[in-house]
């Protein structure tokens, strides 16, 4: 290596260091207003007397966005400052970065996203014993000594998908494709082929039924578009296709209108958002399934506060998850525009 290219080498890793500095000097001068009472954003003189990172660098906006507001709602109402940790900064960050920048800026609480990474339950072990809680939201880093899980049963969820397919399938061989995140995101989602499968079984039509797994790239929403657009494309369709988040409800019922399958394939989906109440009532899905994702987000809050205050919390809160049919999406959907009208 010549001396330019060891220049270059030394004046790239000069930079990131000094990003890193930038950030974390950010993060903790943001902790020191929170304590003067002069949040950014926030009214002046209010003083919070907790800090807690909120860690999600995902998709399915919408849906993080409202376990956001939940938790800073609570927060609010705790004294406890929420922060959406990582989205004023200059940098890019993955979620293991904002964990350990996190930890450098001494927060008090983490709530995260978890999943079967390696590296995020190390992460969390390290932030654990160094007296930072941490509670894993809507889905588990389950081999960590995370302090609570707050979510709900994919199994359970997987019951409900297969009693409403057997609502319309109860007497016939049926094929259903389950639409899942690439086979690296750990065994929540398989949780869910087995709940549809067990109650199948349990009805006696397992034997005759396929239920399948397929796989999408879920880098970008677009990536995740093009993967389920593939399957409408091809020349064997299921009976039958089930989403696990809005993002891939979205895309199953809008590759259907744009292939002209609508009736052709029985879709159900996952989350209640407008656009996806609106298909439902319209029957481009036979049936969605919601969960309280601001309920979530706020039980997220005051399993940290509980554990600051005692020492103790619950390792798991279970939330309860409701099956939309088109009655009641129309319902929800006439209530919400009363809602914006007044």
């Known amino acids: 290596m010549d001396s330019k290219s060891r220049i270059s080498l030394k004046l790239i890793f000069a930079f990131i260091l000094l990003m890193i500095a930038v950030t974390i000097g950010t993060l903790v001068t943001r902790r020191m207003l929170i304590s003067e009472g002069t949040t950014p954003g926030k009214a002046p003189g209010r003083v919070y007397a907790r800090h807690y990172a909120f860690i999600h660098t995902g998709g399915d906006d919408d849906l993080w ?4 507001d939940g938790a800073r ?33 001494s927060v008090d609480g983490i709530i995260i996203d978890g999943d079967t990474d390696p590296g995020l339950a190390e992460l969390v072990n390290e932030a654990v014993a160094s007296g930072i809680p941490v509670v894993c939201v809507f889905n588990d880093c389950a081999e960590s000594d ?18 409403e397919l057997l609502k319309d399938y109860a007497d016939n061989d049926i094929t ?17 082929i087995s709940g549809i499968y067990d109650e199948f079984a349990e009805r006696g039509v397992a034997d005759s039924c396929e239920i399948e ?34 993002v891939y409800t979205r895309c199953l019922f809008q590759a259907a209108v744009d292939h002209n399958k609508t009736g052709t394939v029985a879709l159900y989906g996952f989350d209640d958002s407008t656009d996806i109440l609106e298909a ?7 049936a969605t399934i919601s969960v309280d994702a601001s309920r979530i987000g706020a039980s997220a809050v005051e399993a940290l506060d509980e554990f600051i205050s005692t020492g103790y ?15 009641r999406a129309t319902q929800i959907l006439s209530e919400e525009r009363v809602e914006d009208e007044e």
């Open 313 to 327: 919390v619950t390792t798991y809160i279970a939330q309860d998850t409701e099956v939309i049919l088109p009655e």
């Open 65 to 68: 966005n409202n376990i956001y």
């Open 146 to 163: 995370r302090v609570c899980f707050v979510g709900f049963s994919y199994y359970n969820i997987g019951r409900q998908y297969g009693a």
């Open 73 to 105: 709602a609570r927060g609010d109402e705790s004294d406890a400052y929420v922060e959406k940790f990582g989205e004023d900064l200059t940098v890019d960050y993955d979620r293991n970065d904002l964990v350990r920048i996190a930890m450098e800026a």
């Open 176 to 192: 259903v494709y389950v639409v899942m995140d690439n086979e690296n995101s750990g065994g929540n989602q398989n949780l869910v």
């Open 280 to 286: 439902v009532s319209k029957g481009l899905l036979e």
């Open 213 to 246: 797994g397929r796989y999408v790239n879920n880098e970008t929403a677009f990536t995740a578009e093009e993967d389920i657009r593939d399957i409408f494309i091809g020349s064997n369709l299921p009976d039958a296709m089930v989403a696990l988040n809005s």
